[in-house]
């Protein structure tokens, strides 16, 4: 079956402006989780959805990050005025209610801001 | 914060050899993943290992978890070019399935 898709796959933009990265998960997978991944580091915990909801928030980095999904489905996350500090690859991943441990990751968004 | 540290950051090895790559953790831990990064097929999830286990197998791949040294270690023998990747451990934090990463080790493997 088709895995999480994430577009678009990479995105170049100018400090300041606003920016929206899609994820899609595998169909009927509750949970949805955002990631950043910095170049040669390890993943960075950014929100994490059950359903619609995101009982944990603590990753985002500041109130320029924020992230809806709908419909129990597609999820969006949106950095407002953009910093050179945010040029990143972000990964969604996404998991099954009853196999929550294991996370199935998206190809990522390479974000560069100039 | 990071809670897992794999070791060594790099690693070079000839095709054939096994390659052995080590995570320590900080806090107690439900279960701990290690999961592979390479170019073509993104992050995948290779093998999960639960607390209350020691060993685990999975085709060429072993893992081991010792929990009173808070580490584990992921054994990849008769090494293929196609296992060059970066491979990451994961740990679980409490029981809300937030995953803690290290900063991986990055896998070569020599034709």
């Known amino acids: 079956g088709a895995g999480v898709s994430q577009s678009p796959s990479n995105k170049v933009t100018e400090k300041g402006k606003d920016v929206e990265l899609r994820c899609d998960p595998i169909s009927g997978h509750t949970a949805l989780y955002w990631y950043r991944q910095s170049l040669g580091q390890g993943l960075e915990f950014l929100i994490y959805?059950?359903?619609?909801?995101?009982?944990?928030k603590s990753g985002l980095p500041s109130d320029r990050f924020s992230a809806e999904r709908t419909g129990g489905s597609v999820s969006t996350l949106t950095i407002q005025r953009t910093q050179q500090e945010d040029s990143a690859v972000y990964l969604c991943?996404?998991?099954?209610?009853?196999?929550?441990?294991?996370?199935?990751f998206g190809p990522g968004t390479r974000l560069l801001v100039l | 914060s990071q809670q897992g540290e794999e070791d060594p950051q790099a690693l070079s090895i000839q095709e054939g050899e096994n390659a052995t790559m080590n995570c320590s953790y900080k806090t107690s831990i439900n279960n701990l993943q290690w999961y592979r990064q390479n170019s073509g097929r993104g992050l995948v999830h290779l093998i999960l290992i639960r607390s209350n286990e020691r060993e685990k197998h999975s085709g060429r791949l072993r893992v081991t978890l010792d929990t009173s040294k808070k580490s584990s270690s992921l054994l990849i023998t008769a090494s293929r070019a196609a296992d060059t990747a970066s491979y990451f451990c994961a740990t679980d934090r409490d029981s809300n399935y937030q995953l803690i990463w290290g900063a991986g080790t990055k896998l070569i493997i020599k034709p």
């Open positions: 959805f059950q359903g619609n909801s995101a009982p944990d």
């Open positions: 991943a996404s998991s099954p209610f009853f196999e929550q441990e294991t996370q199935y």
